[in-house]
């Protein structure tokens, strides 16, 4: 009965709207501003810690920079700047190059019969099967004995060849959905295969494209084992590898923690833009609405 009792109270309160209802609503709002303070939380304390003066940083994660140290952030963007760029062009190259041969490779597979169409899309899915840490020697090896170690070419070729198995699936699965009539349409305007897929196929695909080269820049841009295993110059370095060599180099100098967490900080810009510009395809419904032709 007490029970009950109190729901009834509870829908008084809430004026029987369940969800939409004032209450309702409240405890909502608060749940959801605790969770964003709780994933801000690591955030905001890699930001303290990147202004603090020495004696700061000795205090503890929780003690607050009152002076403000804002040349740990010049010294961090002097570190990283060259590797950063190295990373930046890397992976926009090897996720324009996934994208681009993917997505071709996709639209033959989703736009025309041939034999053995499906004996190659299947083989295609079954190298999604094999974990990529078992590839992982076979690929130094081979990159190795070819002469590629220590090149940007050791980075781009294994990204782009190994990035494709995932992304043809998803642009096949998305492009087989796209209405036939309006490829039957160009074709009696007289477009060759070239002209329907660079002005049907990909401009329909394009929130699919978008966000899996978000997800390939990120995936690559974030790598730290296969650049640390095949570039040995440091001038020629990606960024995680490098930025994990200047943290081991400065662990313990207090003088120094104001700088590794600016570093931190500073080298998360970029996957800050493409996160962003994937989270424009996923709020809009673009990629829902793409994925429901």
């Not at 939380?41 to 002076?67: D, H, Q």
């Not at 079954?126 to 070419?153: C, D, E, H, R, S």
């Amino acid at each position: 009965m007490a029970k009950v009792e109190k729901e009834k109270r509870f829908r008084g309160l809430n004026k029987g709207k369940g969800v939409d209802g004032p209450v309702a609503q409240v405890v909502i709002g608060i749940i959801m501003t605790l969770t964003v303070l709780f994933v801000l939380l690591p955030i905001i304390i890699t930001v303290l810690s990147s202004l603090k003066t020495n004696y700061e940083a000795a205090l503890g994660i929780w003690s607050w920079p009152r002076t403000p140290k804002w040349e740990n952030w010049g010294i961090g963007l002097q570190n990283i700047t060259s590797n950063m760029l190295n990373s930046l062009i890397i992976c926009t190259v090897a996720t324009a190059g996934v994208v681009f041969f993917s997505s071709i490779v996709a639209y033959v597979l989703a736009r025309h019969d041939f034999p053995g169409k499906e004996v190659i899309f299947s083989a295609i899915i079954a190298l999604m099967i094999i974990p990529g840490v078992l590839t992982l020697t076979p690929q130094f090896l081979l990159i190795n004995n070819i002469g590629l170690k220590n090149t940007w070419w050791a980075l781009l070729l294994p990204y782009i060849s190994g990035g494709q198995v995932g992304a043809i699936f998803l642009f096949r699965t998305f492009m087989s959905q796209q209405p036939d009539e309006l490829f039957e349409a160009a074709k009696i305007d007289g477009a060759g295969e070239l002209m329907m897929y660079a002005k049907i196929a990909v401009p329909l695909a394009i929130p699919v494209l978008a966000i899996q080269a978000v997800g390939t820049f990120g995936a690559y841009y974030n790598d730290y084992l296969w650049p640390m295993l095949v570039i040995d110059e440091q001038a020629k370095q990606t960024l995680m590898p490098v930025l994990r060599s200047l943290t081991a180099q400065i662990a313990g100098v207090y003088e120094e923690q104001g700088v590794t967490h600016s570093m931190y900080l500073l080298s998360g810009i970029p996957l800050i833009f493409t996160t962003a510009l994937g989270l424009k395809y996923f709020i809009s419904g673009d990629f829902a609405a793409g994925l429901k032709l």
